[in-house]
């Protein structure tokens, strides 16, 4: 994993063994890095992976969730199905580490990810029972 371009990366966002600290669930990356040394509230939250219905909703509730507000987005999603989303966020109003932003992340999407899974099988259960 190398730093995404357009973005300059501090001494913080290297792990121990060289590569950027990320965290995942379900086929999804996420990195939370500081953006500015000379502003201690700016970070970028990049979420990248596999794209499934109602992904964006769902990592923009959690931010929210989190009091991280979303100052700017920019929202890609290749052809294959794979996304790369970027948000600049404002922490002023939020306690959370880098670290605890990521797992909380992972916790809603994880979350959201298995409601959504379970609700899709139900109704495919309730479709053959129709039928």
Same mark, same amino acid.
């Given at each position: +994993?190398?730093? $995404?371009?357009?973005?300059?990366?501090?001494?913080? @966002?290297?792990?121990?063994?060289?590569?950027?600290?990320?965290?995942?669930?379900?086929? %999804? #990356?996420?990195?939370? +890095?500081?953006?500015? /040394?000379?502003?201690? +509230?700016?970070?970028?939250?990049?979420?990248?992976?596999?794209?499934? +219905?109602? !992904?964006?909703?769902? %990592?923009?509730?959690?931010?929210?969730?989190?009091? !991280?507000? %979303?100052? &700017?987005?920019?929202?890609? &999603? @290749?052809?294959?199905?794979?996304?790369?989303? *970027?948000? /600049?966020? @404002?922490? *002023?109003?939020?306690?959370?580490?880098?670290?605890?932003? /990521?797992?909380?992340? %992972? *916790? $809603?999407?994880?979350?959201?990810? #298995?409601?959504?899974?379970? $609700? &899709?099988?139900?109704?495919?259960?309730?479709?053959?029972?129709?039928?």
């Amino acid at each position: +994993n190398q730093p $995404r371009r357009g973005r300059k990366s501090s001494a913080s @966002d290297w792990s121990h063994d060289g590569s950027l600290d990320s965290a995942g669930v379900d086929g %999804i #990356e996420i990195f939370v +890095n500081k953006m500015e /040394e000379d502003n201690d +509230n700016k970070y970028a939250v990049n979420v990248n992976g596999r794209d499934r +219905n109602g !992904l964006l909703h769902d %990592i923009t509730s959690a931010l929210r969730s989190m009091d !991280l507000e %979303i100052k &700017t987005a920019v929202i890609k &999603t @290749d052809v294959s199905g794979l996304v790369s989303d *970027s948000f /600049e966020v @404002d922490k *002023s109003y939020c306690a959370l580490s880098p670290k605890e932003i /990521e797992q909380g992340l %992972i *916790s $809603r999407l994880s979350k959201e990810f #298995e409601v959504k899974r379970k $609700r &899709t099988l139900d109704e495919g259960d309730k479709r053959k029972r129709e039928v």
